[in-house]
């Protein structure tokens, strides 16, 4: 059952794809015209169809690895991550049918499918419940985090569709290069994807030695060639790479190895871009989205906000208290997740002050979209992959 399920996430993922196309002929392609010569182009009611469609095969998938499993499949890194991408889907099924903008399709479901294709780098065996994590509160406190953060998540592709409208890329300026990072970032996770095929292709191992956190002596392996080791590391695999330097003990070492490569990776990948087009990446977006109204992607993201923020609210810090007292006997603890997820709360709801008091229409709020976005994949990759802690999922 379990390869069965796995089956329908690989269906979903060639949906996404395939309503990425119907949204791109939608606004790239050719004006359809019916007999009477009208502009009859369906191309985006397919794409939303068929993100409809991705969906429930998706949700086909979840449901099966839940009986396979005997419990809600969020408990490592490619479940949730998984999940996410799909709650990102969601977003975008609820809030299509309000603005019928076939540019949000466009840039949403690449997006899907680059988080999908993300957790698929993860271990993908189901593993046993931890006693902690044997509770209901699992599935209520995960999976209203991850629905909330689908949601927030349309709030980045609004803003993103925004900031590449508005923004004039023929001038040198903080923005544009603050907008080139979030693209060089993107372009960073396909690196990671292209570098982890690559080098599991190749049969990449190389173990180690060491001290972990708890000062005991463990065993770790590298997928990646050990640009950082770790802590009190000693190489056992012969005619591999010596690290440059070593990590303290409550740093995940190989996951950490993982994200610099990543970065390096993207790196070159973004200097070949940026040979090829000859101009910044948001510059050669920025002709495709003439027929974007600024003022409509900037309301689709307050709306999204506005709808993810109560969400994350209660699944990211009631229910994650609840919880936490339960498995913990406390309802606070200061652990790193704990921490980053009360930062993230309060960015959101610093968004929304100032938005509603203030006026922070346009630009401002476009880019506290993106920021906001950005402290959720840093908590979601570095958090939860690097730093050691109780909600690690390293």
Known sequence: MVQLSSNFLLIAFFLYLASTVFFAVSITGRK????????????????????????????????????????????????????????????????????????????????????????????REVQPLIPALQSYWLTIHV???????????????GGLLYLIRVIDFTKKSKKVKWLEFIMYSLVSVVAYISLNIGFSAAGYEATFN?????????????TMPAIVGPNQGELVTEDRMEPFFSTPANIVSQDLNT????????????????????????????????????NTVDELSYRSIAIGFPLFALGGLIF??????????????????????????L????????????????????WMCVIGFAIIMFNLIFVNLVIAGLHSYA
């Open 32 to 123: 359809f015209k019916n007999k009477e010569g009208l502009e009859n182009n369906k191309a985006g009611l397919f794409g939303y169809i068929t993100a409809i469609l991705a969906f429930l095969a998706a949700m086909t998938y979840f449901v099966l690895r839940w009986i396979a499993a005997g419990h809600a499949p969020v408990s490592n890194m490619f479940e949730y991550t998984a999940f996410l991408g799909i709650m990102m889907s969601l977003g975008l099924i609820i809030i299509y049918p309000i603005y019928k903008n076939n540019y949000l399709g466009l840039f949403t479901m690449p997006i899907v499918m680059l988080i999908i294709a993300y957790a698929s780098m993860f271990p």
């Open 259 to 294: 994200v610099i490569w990543s970065l390096l990776g993207g790196l070159v990948l973004y200097l070949i871009l940026r040979a090829i087009f000859r101009k910044p990446i948001g510059g050669a977006i920025q002709p495709l989205l003439k027929g974007v109204n600024p």
């Open 210 to 222: 060491y001290i972990n956190e708890r000062d005991n002596e463990s065993v770790v392996t590298y």
């Open 143 to 157: 999976i209203t985090v991850a629905l909330a953060q689908g949601v927030l998540a349309i709030g980045f592709v």
């Open 347 to 366: 960015f959101y709801a610093a968004y929304l002050h100032l938005r509603l008091s203030r006026g922070w229409h346009g630009e401002k709020s476009a």
């Open 320 to 345: 994650a208290m609840i919880w936490a007292q339960i498995a913990w006997t406390r309802f606070w603890g200061w652990d790193p997740k704990e921490v980053w997820a009360l930062i993230t709360f």
